[in-house]
């Protein structure tokens, strides 16, 4: 019978250690641990999987411990032995970590962008509210959809731009922003000569997370964005942005993990005056975070005051984002009706009022053909 050896037991620790942690890619590692159960052990008891996830997200030098809420945790009375809760908690967070890596990679990317908080400053709040950002489209009605900072006389003065993402985890690559241009059409109440764009001289990206909890639906977007609100725990470069109405790509140096589920867009120096006032103004139409949610997966809780958190892993079962439902469709483009409803109003117009849910039972059909894969 042909022998094998095993070069586990010829190498030194520090070797192995050397070895290992040259791998980056998390699949290779759990090749390893499946491996032997001496492979295995190996790999758990060193935390592999964790030093692996602290060198793709530095943030995750925070994490206080792992918990699996789905799992009994016995205490040390019950099991009489310090070593087994202690090997228990290695498995919870190696089983943990592997998932997250594989997570981070293999999800799709999509848009991650769930609220808008708040902006630094607005001109004519609620019309050119920051809420108007997560709006794709130009105009809504016969209105332009976009943010406007109040004029300033200096062009250095920065504004900022608050968002809440749609999970407390997510993995953030890329950022798309829109300036916004002044309208070319002389009959528009809107019209601007030249048809200037407001856009920033640079951007730069925070991520982080509030300091008090923040459950449920936001409440309308505010003017004032208090700094010890948020703790940001990630600074991007600045990019420079164009001067130029296209949605602007910004992509980061490497994928960022948000813990905390908080983004601020810092918009630096302005370009642009207003001809009407003299003032410098920046404007945004339309704003998209591109990454991956890694909810309901995995959530965190933040422990104050030290900043640090607990990783909740909920489940080890893929997750995709969900498929548009008709009914959200459905509001989506009531809101828009009744933006202009409320347009015709205010210009004299007399508009029967209608039942907006009334048909909602016979139209439902047709948009799950639409949305059906």
Known sequence: MESRMDFFNWLDYDALMKILLCLDDPADLVRVSSVS???????????????????????LQRLDHVVEPSRCVKDITEVGCSRFVEDENLGVEHRAFAFLTRSCKTLPLRECIGEAISASSTDNYPDESVRNT?????????RPSYWSSKGQ?????????????????CVV?????????????????????GSPIYSAKFVRFRCGHPNV????????????????????????????????????NFKLP?????????????????????????????????VQVMGRTLSPAFGVEILEPSGCFTLNALSYEPTLPEKPSPNAYLQ????????????????????????????????????EEDFAL
């Open 153 to 169: 006389n200096k062009s250095a003065v920065p504004e900022t731009l608050v968002y809440k993402l749609a999970s407390d985890i």
């Open 134 to 142: 997560l709006e794709p489209h130009e105009r809504v009605g016969r």
């Open 37 to 59: 159960r001496s492979w295995r052990h190996f790999v758990v008891t060193n935390g592999l999987s964790r030093q692996l996830c602290i060198k793709m997200f530095p943030t």
């Open 254 to 286: 490497d994928p960022i993990l948000c813990i905390g589920g908080i983004l601020m867009i810092e918009l630096l120096g302005r370009v642009q005056k207003q001809t009407m006032d003299g003032l410098f103004y920046i404007c945004i139409s339309h």
């Open 332 to 367: 989506g483009r009531i809101r828009d009706l009744e933006q202009i409803l409320n347009l015709l109003r205010d210009q004299g117009v007399v508009v029967e009022e209608y039942d907006w849910n009334g048909d909602e039972e016979e139209v439902d059909d047709e948009f």
């Open 213 to 248: 909890p923040m459950d449920g639906p936001m409440s309308e977007p505010c003017d004032v964005c208090p700094a010890e609100k948020f703790t940001w725990t990630y600074t991007s470069p600045e990019f420079p942005m164009a001067q130029e109405n296209r949605l602007q």
């Open 173 to 193: 690559s890329e950022i798309n922003i829109k300036p916004f241009q002044g309208l070319t059409s002389s009959s528009c109440a809107y019209f601007q000569w």
